[in-house]
């Protein structure tokens, strides 16, 4: 199985900048197709996952600008500009490139 | 709109069955992959199961901590997805999601308790 690990934010983070979340998989995400099968999402507290990112950095419909993800086959980021209230919770790396599907341990984001 | 609501959740005895449903509605349920999520209670996302897509004859696929106890299966003509969870164990415990479409869409979930 693919095993997702996630860094730890420095929180909290002020309103206003910018927080980057870093996630690296025991495998390349990348397919034969030349896509890198990674999703980004946001759980809020309550709530259900919202997808973020797919394909590690196309943004998913809504999402916005100030989301962006990158990476390589193997290291990936998702950076926050702009830092709001509303980007509080915890975010999660999922590969899905390979069944069984498998998702990072989280990151928590904390806002000041 | 697009619409996924679960239920079927509660409080069983570990070694007891239970059945979850997920109501879609707002697509062509038939041509999409349909996925089932577990969150344990303060823990994080785990994937168990999923059903691909009538292109893909509906071929399931489970995760190790599930596979041999539950089934994932779908009414097509209902547009239900089903997760027929036995042999219950306490560390089943958690919220149940439906998800589809790359996991662009969620259902609300569902909480299932396995205790004595």
């Known amino acids: 199985d693919i095993v997702m690990t996630q860094g730890v934010l420095p929180n909290p983070v002020p309103s206003g900048e910018s927080a980057s979340i870093t996630c690296r998989s025991s495998?390349?995400?990348?397919?034969?197709?030349?896509?890198?099968?990674l999703n980004w999402f946001l759980q809020r507290p309550g709530q259900s996952p919202q997808l973020l990112t797919y394909?590690?950095?196309t943004r998913a419909s809504g999402v916005s600008d100030r989301f962006s993800g990158s990476g390589s086959g193997t290291y990936f980021t998702l950076k926050i500009s702009r830092v709001r209230a509303e980007d509080a919770g915890v975010y999660y790396c999922q590969q899905v490139r390979e069944y069984p599907l498998t998702f990072g341990s989280g990151t928590k984001l904390e806002i000041k | 709109e697009v619409k996924l609501v679960e239920y079927g959740g509660g409080l069983v005895q570990p070694g007891a069955s239970l059945r979850l449903s997920c109501e879609a509605s707002g697509f062509t349920f038939s041509d999409f992959y349909m996925e089932w999520i577990r969150q344990a209670p303060g823990k994080g996302l785990e994937w168990i199961a999923a059903?691909?897509?009538?292109?893909?004859?509906?071929?399931?696929v489970y995760s190790a901590s599930v596979k041999d106890r539950f089934t994932i299966s779908r009414d097509t003509y209902k547009s239900i997805l089903y997760l027929q969870m036995n042999t219950l164990k306490p560390e089943d415990t958690a919220i149940y999601y439906c998800?589809?479409?790359?996991?662009?869409?969620w259902g609300q979930g569902v909480m299932v308790t396995v205790s004595s």
């Open positions: 495998k390349s995400l990348v397919y034969k197709d030349g896509k890198t099968y």
């Open positions: 394909w590690m950095s």
């Open positions: 059903s691909r897509n009538k292109a893909n004859d509906y071929s399931t």
């Open positions: 998800a589809y479409n790359n996991f662009d869409y």
